[in-house]
């Protein structure tokens, strides 16, 4: 009988401590993926992840292209050995069965022990990195990393107040647009009434973020406008329908429109891009929308753009 009532406490005690620690994984601001972080590791303020202090250790999570998993998953089963002596390993996490990788690099002249893991989500593919400098290596072992990796768990969604809360502007206006979802925690954000699983390009979406450099002289900035206005990914056969400076919350502007095709059905589409140019930092606004949607996009897109102010 004692060894029952010991066996049950035993029993209810590893139960209780698998939950404690499921509860424990953290998400950094914006990450999609999270993890139990090893001791020592803190979130971290230039990145989405965590690293020490001395900003020695780092990890790094993102999110990668849902067809990206399956082709690391692909190439395991085809060579499960590895190449250039780099052999890939599984690994059970809450999220699925996750790939990862490990080996010996050097960041300038300093040893270091790089990492990798991916995992299958909803939507998209997790994805998680590491870099341990040789003199924390003992500390932050293989099998340090492997049980971290081990704890990763993915949300579908970031609340939206966390994700806006990464930005570097405030946004007082969002014109209902169905999802709202940071493409770089704290550089790009994406709005769309579109998803990831029928794509972005068959209804409005408008991309807000930050360009470090642009033109100080008024001269320049319709060319560099111009030439920016190229870059917009996804965007072909682009023909630019008119360019010319505006104002835009008071600040010095330019405003180019675009019509392209885009998306893997070829969809027509008007495309309007601002730049609010700053002393240190630009506003870069970009609204798209299916050409016969436009009339009724374009005042949803303005609204936008003029709710955005400096976070004070």
């Not at 699925?96 to 998209?124: C, D, H, Q």
């Amino acid at each position: 009988m004692k060894s029952l009532r010991y066996f049950a406490a035993v029993t209810l005690l590893v139960a209780a401590t698998c939950s404690a620690h499921a509860a424990d994984a953290v998400f950094a601001p914006g990450a999609r993926v999270g993890l139990v972080p090893l001791v020592g590791l803190v979130k971290a303020k230039t990145f989405t992840g965590f690293e020490t202090e001395d900003h020695g250790v780092k990890v790094l999570m993102a999110d990668l292209p849902m067809e990206a998993y399956g082709e690391v998953a692909n190439a395991f089963k085809a060579n499960p050995g590895g190449t250039g002596g780099i052999k890939p390993e599984s690994i059970e996490t809450a999220a699925g069965l996750a790939y990862y990788t490990a080996e010996s690099a050097k960041e300038g002249a300093t040893n270091v022990r790089r990492y990798s893991m991916i995992l299958p989500g909803p939507t998209f593919s997790g994805y998680v990195a590491v870099q341990v400098p040789e003199n924390a290596s003992k500390i932050y072992t293989d099998e340090a990393v492997r049980q971290m990796f081990a704890s990763a768990v993915l949300r579908s969604e970031v609340p939206l107040a966390e994700q806006l809360g990464t930005m570097p502007f405030n946004m007082s206006e969002l014109s209902s647009f169905k999802n709202v979802r940071t493409l770089a925690p704290g550089a790009a954000l994406i709005l769309a009434d579109g998803d990831e699983k029928s794509g972005f390009e068959i209804a409005p979406f408008m991309i807000v973020g930050l360009i470090g450099s642009a033109p100080s002289s008024p001269d320049d900035r319709g060319r560099f406008a111009q030439q920016i206005a190229t870059t917009i990914p996804g965007v072909r056969d682009a023909r630019i329908t008119m360019s010319e400076p505006v104002r835009i919350d008071g600040q010095p502007g330019y405003e180019t429109r675009i019509d392209a095709t885009s998306g893997k059905d070829n969809t027509p589409v008007t495309v309007v891009q601002w730049l609010r140019f700053g002393s240190q930092t630009s506003l870069r606004i970009i609204g798209s929308s299916p050409r016969d949607d436009w009339s009724k996009a374009f005042p949803r897109f303005r609204a936008v753009r003029d709710g955005i102010q400096p976070r004070g």
